[in-house]
């Protein structure tokens, strides 16, 4: 089946720092999606990308699905971004509900 | 709009006991989903429906039961809990457009003691 690789697993970073995390995916995808989990378990849509490039305040995702690779891109990271991201797609072929990977844990400390 | 609410937020369940988790949406999607989150992983899909009386099976479907009689609700029933279903569970929903973004309830935490 389709697999998701996201990396790094774990990523510590000072606050003001940025950081770019990526997922790999093995075959066509429909959707791809980025989300944030926060502590409380929460998992909060950061963006519906399954091409091209997209920002929302210091947040950013860029998907090359010719090349099965998306990037989430963190600027000036703040405490809040604490927390663990995933990706997840959704198979071109079969269409129906997500695949997700494993997700990268982001440690923000001041 | 509320989104997708789930209840209840925890539970703590013995061993055979059953229990129903509740899922509902407002935003008259026509697919809704529900997964499962096991510490340090991703979330895998238990069960999905794309309609009102229409369900189907994901990927780890033992140990579960679904319904869908209205667009809104889409109950997962626990038959027999065992220790191998405490787990975070989360319901989404998406209206399967062109536009296939999926939203997520809050979860609910479960513990099978």
């Known amino acids: 089946g389709i697999q998701v690789e996201q990396s790094p697993p774990d990523l510590i970073l000072q606050e003001g720092a940025n950081s770019t995390l990526r997922c790999n995916f093995s075959?066509?995808?429909?959707?791809l999606q980025w989300f944030h989990q926060n502590p409380w378990g929460q998992l909060i849509n950061l963006f519906y990308i399954p091409s091209g490039t997209k920002q929302n305040g210091r947040l950013s995702a860029t998907t090359v699905a010719t090349e099965r690779y998306s990037l989430l891109y963190i600027s000036s990271s703040q405490t809040t971004d604490s927390g663990v991201y995933f990706c997840a797609v959704e198979l071109k072929q079969a269409g129906t509900a997500l695949i997700f990977g494993k997700g990268t844990t982001l440690s923000v400390s001041s | 709009n509320a989104g997708v609410t789930q209840t209840p937020k925890f539970r703590i369940l013995k061993i055979g006991q059953s229990m129903t988790l509740q899922c509902a949406q407002d935003?008259?999607?026509?697919?809704m989903y529900w997964y499962r989150q096991d510490p340090g992983m991703g979330l895998k899909l238990i069960y999905y429906?794309?309609?009102?009386?229409?369900?189907d099976k994901g990927e780890v479907p033992n140990g579960y039961n679904v319904s869908r009689s209205t667009t809104e609700d889409f109950p997962l029933r626990l038959e027999l809990a065992a220790p191998s279903q405490t787990s975070v569970y989360f319901c989404a929903s998406s209206t399967r457009t062109d536009h296939n973004e999926q939203f997520f309830g809050p979860g609910t935490r479960l513990t099978v003691l």
């Open positions: 935003m008259n999607h026509n697919y």
């Open positions: 429906s794309v309609g009102a009386g229409i369900t």
């Open positions: 075959d066509s995808v429909n959707n």
